[in-house]
């Protein structure tokens, strides 16, 4: 099948339980949800972000019971945005032929069970960009209802066998995706580019092995640009490290990435990251990507044609140094990657179609393909 085909689907209803408002509005879950409604299904969607809460206690509760069970203690998430008792009632309001769960951390058993019950020819599906295999990602909650998805898709190849191990059923692992209507070419002008971008930039959250690999690059005299929440925690920052400690939303996310001569992958440790979205939204951008060296990065890309990799600190300084230097090689790279990205279906519109296809092929949901 034609991952990029259009589809047409009938009578489709999702009820999506995804933290949506998170990052006001401008994530992966949500951009998930709008592919979704591109693609003609009717979604109703609650928000489960319980980081939204402003209140002092609330936010004390959550921390110390996550805390308990980072420890290894067996205490359950408190739910203080209600989420349980909001599915319960849009279970009965409706039929639902899908319910969507995007890391489900405060859904309980019961709510599953009882969903299950008034909705019985209803697919449950779980997914999660993270690594639910590592604890501080899980609740007591997911671990007690991880067996009650149909399916459960993950963005991390190593989760399949262990997810499974704990107790999940068809566990798939699908490829990161990409908004193409966020994350796409754009015209920096002038006050833009010096606004957001530079010459080597970074986005994304602080974390010690990417911060002291970017000091390495200021202390070579490369002036390094960080935007991404966290980086408070680096302390003093090298002369040529400029950090912004902002998050960038929106048009600016696409901007920056198009006003930096070269953009930094760099993978999250604690979730032991092969790719990430950073991954296709930064070639989705059209922008030169110089990324960490993997086997899924180097199957998404091929090196040095469609994108740039590195494998110690020493090669990430001699590739910046040269590409800096190497206009011509920077776009003729970008400009490949970002067509790679288009003719191997890494956006959000064709990862989707593969969900789908699993969905369809339970026979539970009537559906068409048009082209």
């Not at 402003?54 to 203080?80: I, K, N, Y």
């Not at 490290?241 to 998050?247: D, S």
């Not at 979205?277 to 922008?287: D, K, M, Q």
């Not at 490949?336 to 003719?343: D, H, I, M, P, V």
Request: some cysteine.
């Amino acid at each position: 099948m034609d991952i990029n085909a259009t589809r047409t689907i009938r009578k489709l209803n999702v009820l999506a339980i995804a933290p949506v408002s998170d990052y006001g509005g401008f994530n992966t879950a949500t951009h998930r949800i709008e592919s979704m409604i591109r693609l003609g299904a009717c979604v109703e969607t609650l928000d489960s972000n319980y980081s939204r809460s402003t209140e002092q206690l609330v936010h004390w509760l959550l921390r110390l019971s996550q805390r308990l069970f980072r420890a290894g203690l067996s205490v359950r998430m408190p739910d203080v945005i209600g989420i349980n008792k909001k599915m319960e009632a849009a279970a009965k309001s409706e039929r639902w032929d899908m319910l969507w769960i995007d890391k489900g951390r405060l859904v309980t058993t019961a709510t599953l069970e009882g969903f299950r019950k008034d909705n019985p020819n209803c697919l449950i599906v779980g997914y999660s960009p993270d690594d639910m295999n590592s604890r501080p990602n899980q609740s007591r909650q997911f671990l007690e209802h991880l067996p009650l998805y149909d399916y459960f898709l993950t963005t991390k190849s190593y989760n399949v066998a262990e997810l499974t191990k704990l107790g999940a059923r068809n566990v798939v692992f699908i490829g990161n995706g990409y908004d193409a209507k966020s994350f796409r070419p754009l015209t920096p002008s002038a006050d833009d580019r010096r606004r957001l971008g530079g010459g080597v930039g970074f986005i994304g959250s602080f974390e010690p092995a990417r911060a002291a690999s970017m000091a390495k690059i200021a202390a070579a005299g490369i002036p390094v640009r960080v935007w991404g929440d966290g980086w408070q925690r680096f302390g003093s920052t090298p002369k040529l490290m400029q950090v912004e400690n902002k998050r960038l939303l929106g048009d600016d996310f696409a901007l920056a990435c198009c006003s930096f001569k070269i953009n930094l992958g760099f993978l999250r440790k604690v979730n032991r990251d092969l790719q990430t979205t950073r991954s296709v939204e930064i070639p989705g951008c059209g922008a030169f990507m110089l990324a960490e060296r993997t086997d899924e990065h180097l199957d998404l890309f091929d090196e040095g044609a469609e994108a740039e990799f590195f494998g110690s600190d020493d090669e990430l300084i001699q590739k910046c140094q040269y590409y800096l230097e190497h206009e011509d090689d920077r776009r003729r790279i970008a400009k490949a990657g970002l067509n790679r990205c288009e003719s191997s279906g890494y956006d959000n519109d064709s990862r989707m179609n593969q969900i789908f296809d699993l969905v369809f092929a339970s026979g539970r949901v009537k559906t068409e393909t048009t082209s």
